[in-house]
Nanobody, 124 residues
Framework: DVQLVESGGGSVQAGGSLRLSCAASGYTYSSYCMGWFRQAPGKEREGVAVIDSDGLAKYADSVKGRFTISQDNAKNTLYLQMNSLKPEDTAMYYC???????????????????WGQGTQVTVS
């Protein structure tokens, strides 16, 4: 079974930084798409950033220039570095994985097949 376990969430003041981590296991596809999504109270889940097996990253407009997605293949870990955080970034952040790359890897839920349990980020 594929397992995705997020960590690194917490509370931070506006302008601060956090780094989220997602430890992946059981995912053996050579072609893949992994990403971060978030859901704020009363809102739909939205894509934040994705990266595929070729290293191509895509971002939501709301986080471009502030967030950076990266991966450490040796550690099977996905990261999201979040800088210049704003109160509107407050949400539950989810790690996700899917089997597509290139055009099939995008910040939409349909590009993902597996989901983590989430980690809370609160910006005040």
């Amino acid at each position: 079974d594929v397992q995705l376990v997020e960590s690194g969430g917490g509370s931070v003041q506006a302008g601060g930084s956090l780094r989220l981590s997602c430890a992946a296991s059981g995912y053996t596809y050579s072609s893949y798409c992994m990403g971060w999504f978030r859901q704020a109270p009363g809102k739909e889940r939205e894509g934040v950033a994705v990266i595929d097996s070729d290293g191509l990253a895509k971002y939501a407009d709301s986080v471009k220039g502030r967030f950076t997605i990266s991966q450490d293949n040796a550690k099977n870990t996905l990261y999201l570095q979040m800088n210049s955080l704003k109160p509107e970034d407050t949400a539950m952040y989810y790690c996700a994985a899917g089997g597509g790359n290139g055009a099939f890897c995008y910040t939409g839920e349909r590009s993902m097949d597996y989901w983590g349990q989430g980690t809370q980020v609160t910006v005040s």
